[in-house]
């Protein structure tokens, strides 16, 4: 009886579920098809949020993509962008140097043909007072005072500041040749030189730069007085001139070196006086710079051996 009952109520359950199935079947295939329609329906607002939702997708996307491939881009003046590619193209090195206002200001423009004029004539006026200031005996930037020592002499003091004893007995006015310890005397210390101009037949006596005092010359016939710089090598007092074939000796009418010889480094050339004072400022020698005895004897007194002398035409 009990197995009768559970087959009847087994049954009647697999009839029941049988028509729930078959009752939902319908039901569900008319939702699919109305989700369906909606979603194709250009105006369905299901379609629209989902394409919304598409394009908020896709630019969120590409920002991302953007800020990692691509760094930040400063905007740049046309002025600074010009400055920071001459700073590029040109460094700055540990050896430049920042160039002040005032220099800036005096700066010559680039193709200004403007020249400083200098003047290479001495005047007769600056030279006077050039020499004045030689023979004073106020010290000067030229020279020194010297407290003369126990065993020194004239020529030894000379030696030692490169002039000549007859400048020191005349800066001090001394009458002979005898100094004593503790005397002061005014030494010039400026070292000499000498300028020979052929084209005008000049000599120049300069002190330390500054021309003292200009004399006339005769130089070498058809400009053969050679060209250059020298130094005197050996001074001489009534030279004998040692001429070919001949022998003159001081005081000879025919003796062309006159009363004084400075001869030069280059051998057979130097100053000298003369005979024929006639012949100064012209072109009249063999070669040598001829000048008045009176005159050459004042330059001999002045320079010492070692003097430069330039030549030029």
Same mark, same amino acid.
């Given at each position: ?57 896709? /630019?969120?996307?590409?920002?991302? +993509?953007?800020?990692? =491939?691509? !760094?930040? #881009?400063?905007?740049? @003046?046309?002025?600074?962008? &010009? ?114 101009? /052929?084209?005008?037949?000049?000599? +120049?006596?300069?002190? =330390?730069? !500054?021309? #003292?005092?200009?004399? @006339?010359?005769?130089?070498? &016939? ?92």
């Amino acid at each position: 009886m009990k197995k009768i009952i559970f087959f009847s109520l087994l049954t009647s359950l697999l009839f029941c579920l049988a028509g729930t199935g078959f009752a939902a079947d319908p039901a569900a295939e008319d939702a699919t098809d109305r989700t369906l329609a909606a979603l194709e329906s250009p105006k369905s607002p299901v379609a629209a949020e989902a394409e919304n939702a598409d394009k908020d997708a896709f /630019k969120e996307d590409d920002f991302f +993509v953007d800020e990692v =491939k691509h !760094a930040p #881009v400063a905007v740049v @003046s046309a002025p600074e962008a &010009k400055e920071s590619a001459e700073a590029v193209a040109k460094p700055v090195t540990a050896k430049s140097k920042p160039v002040a206002a005032k220099d800036a200001s005096n700066a010559v423009p680039v193709g200004d043909k403007k020249k400083t004029e200098v003047s290479s004539e001495p005047t007769a006026q600056e030279m006077q007072k050039r020499w004045k200031a030689l023979f004073s005996k106020e010290i000067t930037p030229d020279s020194i005072s010297y407290v003369v020592k126990p065993g020194d002499s004239l020529y030894v003091i000379a030696r030692k500041n490169h002039t000549t004893v007859d400048l020191i007995k005349k800066i001090n006015a001394l009458k002979g040749d005898n100094i004593y310890p503790k005397m002061k005397l005014k030494i010039h210390t400026a070292p000499f030189s000498i300028v020979v101009d /052929k084209s005008r037949n000049t000599l +120049v006596l300069y002190s =330390k730069g !500054a021309a #003292v005092k200009k004399y @006339s010359v005769a130089t070498g &016939k058809k400009n053969c007085t050679p060209v250059g710089e020298f130094k005197i090598t050996d001074k001489l007092v009534n030279p004998t001139w040692f001429k070919t074939g001949a022998i003159l000796p001081p005081g000879s009418p025919k003796n062309a070196l006159g009363t004084r010889w400075m001869g030069f480094d280059k051998p057979a050339y130097g100053i000298h006086g003369t005979i024929e004072p006639k012949s100064i400022g012209t072109q009249a020698s063999e070669g040598c710079i001829r000048m008045l005895n009176e005159e050459v004897e004042e330059l001999y007194s002045l320079v010492p051996t070692g003097t430069k002398v330039t030549i030029q035409d």
